[in-house]
């Protein structure tokens, strides 16, 4: 079974940092382009980073300069460091391959940046 499963989330104060991850499974991680995606009520669901297979980055330009995407190919993880963030970052963070597949998204894992 394909699973993704997102960790790292939390309450943080503007200007934090927090470190998210993904832990995903072997057969779509090694080959796929994978995605951070976040959402806020009310809003769709927006690709904030993406990576390729071999490390190509891309951000939005909310996130740029602040988030940092990687992967660790020999874990199956992915990862996203989020430093200086801000109240708008609030929002639940999920991963899946970019583009995505509905049949992927998993709980996701909050963040909140509040003081």
């Known amino acids: 079974q394909v699973r993704l499963v997102e960790s790292g989330g939390g309450l943080v104060q503007p200007g934090g940092s927090l470190r998210l991850s993904c832990a995903a499974s072997r057969s779509i991680f090694s080959i796929n382009t994978m995605g951070w995606y976040r959402q806020t009520q009310g809003k769709e669901r927006e690709l904030v980073a993406s990576?390729?297979?071999?490390?190509?980055?891309n951000y939005a330009d909310s996130v740029k300069g602040r988030f940092t995407i990687s992967r660790d190919n020999a874990k199956n993880t992915l990862y996203l460091q989020m430093n200086s963030l801000k109240p708008e970052d609030t929002a639940v963070y999920y991963c899946?391959?970019?583009?995505?597949?509905?049949?992927?998204w998993g709980q996701g894992t909050q963040v909140t940046v509040s003081s």
């Open positions: 990576i390729t297979s071999v490390g190509s980055t």
């Open positions: 899946n391959v970019k583009p995505f597949r509905s049949v992927l």
